[in-house]
């Protein structure tokens, strides 16, 4: 009897060391699937080089291969470079480029290639299947600055703006030529962070709305906290920002997304510099402007395997 209950104790005790491995390996599974994906350009340079040669992809028709590869690299080598376009919507698409090309480039570069070569691709959540018009646009913009000769950047912006859909984009949800300049490509504040989220796989803390500023006491104390532990950007109005626009007609609403790099503050002056697409921007300015044409922060940190 007592050699059976020993046997048995066993038996259970084994069960449980093998249903508590189990559960340990799925956690661990389950915390690495929700990680928030990093590589570096070296990386993401290496599978670019090894690819050799791109064939003429029947999705994209206007989209040369090698101006598309080196169009790539290019964004890889020199991330600041991306720009938006002249005139264009795309200004939240270029903003979450940043994490793309920063952070996770080789997943940057096999996205886009597979884009290329398949039709579609999955990024993140986001299955990315652009439509047929959209697919004939790309490679054809024109009047857009550099970015007429970007065709990698093209696909990129046209095909996440019509996959990503918000409140602005209720009633033009159809690509059309010189879409790129209206409705159909805007960004509004909460469709922003979900694209963030939906891609990257990242944290997201956000303060304030499309018509509201941040509900907070010292905005540029609560700013700098903030950069202290992750990407911040900034949802502006841009047409109080740009002193070239002084003189023309200010809408009190936010247009703009940008990638806060600096926040300094001296006296009665803040020197705020950021990413805007193609070079770095410096702007000195008043609390008081400071908090007049910001209308939202966000604040974007990794999701790491110890689920911190």
Not at 119 to 138: D, F, T
Not at 208 to 234: A, F, I, R
Request: glycine letters at 6%; charged letters at 20%.
């Amino acid at each position: 009897m007592i050699s059976y209950s020993l046997k048995f104790l066993v038996h259970k005790m084994n069960k449980l060391c093998l249903l508590g491995a189990f559960l340990t390996l799925s956690l661990a599974g389950f915390s690495q699937a929700d990680t928030t994906p990093v590589s570096t350009r070296h990386q993401a340079l290496l599978y670019i080089e090894g690819l050799k040669e791109l064939k003429a992809s029947p999705w994209w028709p206007h989209v040369k291969p090698n101006a598309f590869l080196q169009n790539i690299k290019e964004n890889i080598i020199t991330p600041l470079s991306l720009y938006e376009g002249n005139n264009t919507n795309f200004c939240g698409y270029a903003a979450l480029s940043w994490f793309a090309l920063n952070e996770d480039p080789l997943t940057y570069a096999k996205f886009m290639v597979q884009l290329y070569e398949e039709g579609n691709a999955k990024y993140g959540k986001a299955i990315i299947e652009p439509s047929a018009s959209v697919r004939q646009a790309a490679g054809t913009l024109k009047f857009k600055g550099i970015l007429d000769i970007h065709p990698a950047e093209q696909l990129w912006f046209l095909s996440l703006a019509d996959h990503f859909k918000g409140y602005l984009n209720f009633f033009n949800k159809k690509y059309d030529p010189g879409d790129e300049n209206t409705f159909w490509a805007s960004v509004n504040y909460a469709k922003f962070n979900r694209m963030v989220k939906t891609l990257f796989n990242y944290k997201v803390h956000a303060r304030g709305s499309d018509l509201m500023h941040p509900w907070v006491k010292d905005l540029y104390e609560y700013v700098s906290e903030q950069m202290k532990t992750g990407t911040t950007v900034l949802y502006l109005n841009n047409a109080y920002l740009h002193r070239k626009q002084h003189n023309s007609f200010k809408p009190g609403t936010p247009t703009h997304f940008t990638v806060l790099l600096n926040l300094e503050r001296k006296d009665d002056v803040i020197s705020i510099t950021y990413w805007d697409y193609g070079f770095r921007s410096l702007r000195q300015i008043t609390p008081k402007f400071f908090r007049k044409i910001v209308f939202g922060v966000s604040h974007f940190t990794k999701k790491t395997s110890d689920g911190k």
